[in-house]
């Protein structure tokens, strides 16, 4: 696939979705509609550093493919990250922005769908995953079962909860876990939820998306449980 060139972003829209979350919604005006496959990305380039390669922030597109040119991510505040407090203190509604995209191969096909979709996230990795149910949704496209198990400390910074607990799609399991507080769901981390649906070693494809020491754990975890490498694809956040 040829590389996107460089394109002019303004910023429509900005809602703050947590305490250390935003949504950010952006139009690409040279272009009448924005087409992408659900689950890949968008990179920007930051005014943050001397150094083009220092510059480079990706993002996943948390929205679906709508027919429009605009597209919404959602990003959290890294404690000392030059690209997110520049987004976050620098950034308003009618700033441009310059964008590269769509990109990557973290993506559902056909053959896929024949299987049990795992989607395993914490924190801002659900947002692939929301673009991919969402499009499943609207388009009515045959699936398995679906499961989304996303994990992050408080109730408080559950992403698109409301959204995701009352999406109207057949055969979609949405289970969020809290780590750090007690509530009528799941407790604990996302490893042993995952270990419980497939403990019949049914055909699965595991997606993993978040952090780098949740997704190293459910590697080897997966991989214990006797599936190999092939059904696995990652997105690595930091």
């Not at 920007?44 to 929205?63: G, T």
């Not at 559950?158 to 289970?175: A, P, V």
């Amino acid at each position: 696939m040829a590389l996107q060139p460089w394109r002019t972003g303004k910023v429509i829209r900005i809602e703050n979705e947590t305490h250390n979350t935003r949504r950010f919604w952006i139009q690409i005006p040279e272009l009448e509609k924005f087409d992408f496959i659900p689950g890949q990305f968008i990179t920007l380039d930051l005014p943050i550093h001397e150094k083009p390669n220092k510059r480079i922030r990706s993002y996943s597109i948390a929205s679906w493919p709508d027919g429009t040119n605009v597209v919404e991510l959602v990003i959290v505040l890294l404690e000392g990250g030059l690209g997110t407090t520049y987004l976050f203190s620098k950034i308003d509604v009618g700033s441009e922005l310059t964008l590269r995209g769509p990109q990557g191969v973290f993506t559902l096909d056909d053959e896929d769908l024949q299987k049990e979709i795992i989607m395993i996230c914490t924190g801002t990795g659900i947002a692939p995953f929301r673009s991919m149910a969402t499009y499943i949704k609207l388009h009515n496209i045959p699936h398995n079962n679906i499961y989304l198990i996303f994990g992050t400390r408080k109730k408080t910074d559950l992403l698109y909860y409301e959204e995701m607990k009352n999406l109207q799609l057949e055969k979609f399991h949405y289970i969020p876990t809290l780590s750090r507080e007690e509530w009528d769901g799941r407790s604990g981390y996302v490893h042993p939820i995952y270990e419980e649906i497939c403990n019949g070693k049914q055909p699965a494809l595991f997606l993993l998306c978040g952090w780098k020491v949740m997704i190293d754990e459910a590697k080897q975890r997966i991989l214990a449980m006797g599936y190999d490498k092939k059904s696995i694809h990652q997105e690595l956040y930091g």
